[in-house]
């Protein structure tokens, strides 16, 4: 599987971005109608980061799961 999520970002770009959109929403400085664009970019980039979250741990799980399954053979073939 490709690092990168079906937008073409990485994982770690994506994370980086939305701890920048933390940020400015913490500035008091940052108008409504500014933190409403902001908090509505952060729930997308939150819910790619999620996704992608998702999908590498049922990788992992997969690969776990085929590495206990070989193991199996293995002893049964002893």
């Known amino acids: 599987m490709n690092e990168k999520s ?3 970002e990485r994982f ?3 994370l980086a971005k939305l701890e920048e959109i933390v940020a400015r929403l913490e500035d008091e400085s ?3 109608e500014e933190a409403l664009d902001l908090f509505e970019g952060g729930m997308n980039l939150a819910r ?3 996704t992608r979250l ?3 741990e049922q990788r992992v799980t997969q690969l ?3 590495e206990d399954n070989e193991e ?3 002893e049964e073939a002893e």
């Open 6 to 8: 079906k937008d073409g």
């Open 12 to 14: 770690e770009d994506q």
């Open 30 to 32: 940052v108008g409504l």
């Open 48 to 50: 790619s980061c999620k």
């Open 54 to 56: 998702e999908e590498v």
């Open 64 to 66: 776990l799961e085929n």
């Open 72 to 74: 199996e053979v293995e």
